[in-house]
């Protein structure tokens, strides 16, 4: 959402998204220090959002980093449709793989779920998956590439996903993930 806003210093941009986060506890180890260099920061918050054990190694000359995880296809994408006025809503419509989920998507009796949310900086194509990393609370929108998934979408919001238990939840995270997230 904020990719166009103009903070000079990439470290500036981290902190005051977390600062306008509303959505829970903010962790000592992301707090704003600016004796903490990029790399760690971002090595930081990927493990905040994906989980301690994910492998994060980012890349010394570019603001990307490289993602490893145990995970899982929890459906695909097969509808995007912008709404609101200025087109600044994506709404989803989403096939739930059985294999991926099987007790939660019960919930969903069709397998097929709608999820609205703020439209994300990059576009979100038919056809893109909705991944679960291991120790994450919440999916991801990724796209296959030739021989890795770019993250399209780091947090997508589905109502009942982050009250759900997950121990009751058959997730089984089959797939080794190779992620590059910019």
Same mark, same amino acid.
């Given at each position: ?83 609101? =006025? *200025?087109? !600044? ?7 739930? /793989? ?5 007790? $939660? ?56 996903? =982050? *009250?759900? !238990? ?7 995270? /089959? ?5 590059? $997230?910019?």
């Amino acid at each position: 959402m904020f990719h166009s806003r103009e903070a000079t210093d990439d470290q500036d941009k981290v902190y005051a998204l977390l600062g306008m986060s509303s959505d829970g506890h903010i962790p000592e180890s992301l707090s704003p220090d600016y004796q903490v260099t990029w790399k760690e920061l971002l090595c930081r918050l990927c493990k905040y959002i994906m989980g301690e054990r994910t492998s994060v190694e980012v890349w010394h000359l570019k603001k990307s980093c490289v993602i490893r995880s145990k995970s899982c296809v929890l459906g695909s994408v097969q509808e995007v449709k912008c709404t609101g =006025e *200025l087109g !600044d809503q994506v709404v989803l419509g989403i096939n739930l /793989a059985a294999q991926g989920m099987r007790s $939660w998507a019960r919930i969903y009796r069709d397998h097929r779920l709608q999820v609205t949310f703020p439209t994300p900086a990059k576009v979100i194509q038919e056809r893109d998956v909705l991944y679960l990393l291991q120790e994450s609370s919440t999916p991801m929108i990724v796209r296959p590439c030739e021989d890795y998934w770019a993250i399209i979408v780091i947090f997508v919001p589905i109502p009942g996903f =982050e *009250l759900a !238990d997950m121990s009751l939840i058959e997730v089984h995270f /089959a797939h080794d993930f190779l992620g590059v $997230w910019d």
